[in-house]
Nanobody, 126 residues
Framework: QLQLVESGGGLAQPGGSLRLSCAAS????????IAWFRQAPGKEREGVSC??????????NYADSVKGRFTISRDNAKNTAYLQMNSLKPEDTAVYYC?????????????????WGQGTQVTFSS
């Protein structure tokens, strides 16, 4: 059974950092496209970053709102994807979801993904 489990959320401070993890089981992460989405209260779920499969040369995309601050990566040996979040801002407060799908090149489109984790909360502390 294919499963994604996120962890690493918590309380963030202005300019601080957090690293989210997405542990995969039931499939090999590097053969799928992987993305991080987030959903803030009252807002639609939005794509944050994605990484293509090995067949797609692991091409990475970022939403404009996080470029230069967030870094997506994948550790094939651990079958885990990560989202390193630096220079955090209040508007980064959201539930963050890991998603996966069969494919080559990733996208930040919600409906391109068929497998989802349960989400991990990132809350901003002033």
């Amino acid at each position: 059974q294919l499963q994604l489990v996120e962890s690493g959320g918590g309380l963030a401070q202005p300019g601080g950092s957090l690293r989210l993890s997405c542990a995969a089981s039931g499939f090999t992460l590097d053969t799928y496209i992987i993305a991080w989405f987030r959903q803030a209260p009252g807002k639609e779920r939005e794509g944050v970053s994605c990484i293509s499969s090995e067949g797609g040369s692991s091409i990475i995309n970022y939403a404009d709102s996080v470029k230069g601050r967030f870094t997506i990566s994948r550790d094939n040996a651990k079958n885990t994807a990560y989202l390193q979040m630096n220079s955090l801002k209040p508007e980064d407060t959201a539930v963050y979801y890991c998603a996966a799908a069969r494919g080559i090149y990733c996208s930040l489109h919600l409906y391109d993904y068929e497998y989802w984790g349960q989400g991990t909360q990132v809350t901003f502390s002033s």
